[in-house]
């Protein structure tokens, strides 16, 4: 059984900061990649920035410069810095990660809310 844990989200007033965090728990040997995706109401799920088990970054266009993904291997934790927030950031942003040989999981989701 594998679960994911977010936190951090909450209210900001544009161009403020959050810090999210994911914690994976159970039978976990090995994390490849991690990732933070968000939905916004009535749009689909979108990639906001993932990271490989070796640290490459991949970042959707709308958050280059302004949000960080890091990740804490021997503690199977990612993070999502974000910065310089802008009311279209919000969003309940989900956790993802995957495992070799035995698949995705998703976290339950966290609030984010820009006021303008």
């Known amino acids: 059984q594998v679960q994911l844990v977010e936190s951090g989200g909450g209210l900001v007033q544009a161009g403020g900061s959050l810090r999210l965090s994911c914690a994976a728990s159970?039978?976990?040997?090995?994390?490849?990649?991690m990732g933070w995706y968000r939905q916004a109401p009535g749009k689909q799920r979108e990639l906001v920035a993932d990271i490989t088990s070796g640290g490459i970054t991949n970042y959707a266009d709308s958050v280059k410069g302004r949000f960080t993904i890091s990740r804490d291997n021997a503690e199977n934790m990612v993070y999502l810095q974000m910065n310089s927030l802008k009311p279209e950031d919000t969003a309940v942003y989900y956790c993802?990660?995957?495992?070799?040989?035995?698949?995705?999981?998703w976290g339950q989701g966290t609030q984010v809310t820009v006021s303008s």
């Open positions: 159970g039978s976990i040997f090995s994390v490849s990649a």
């Open positions: 993802k990660i995957v495992i070799p040989r035995r698949g995705v999981y």
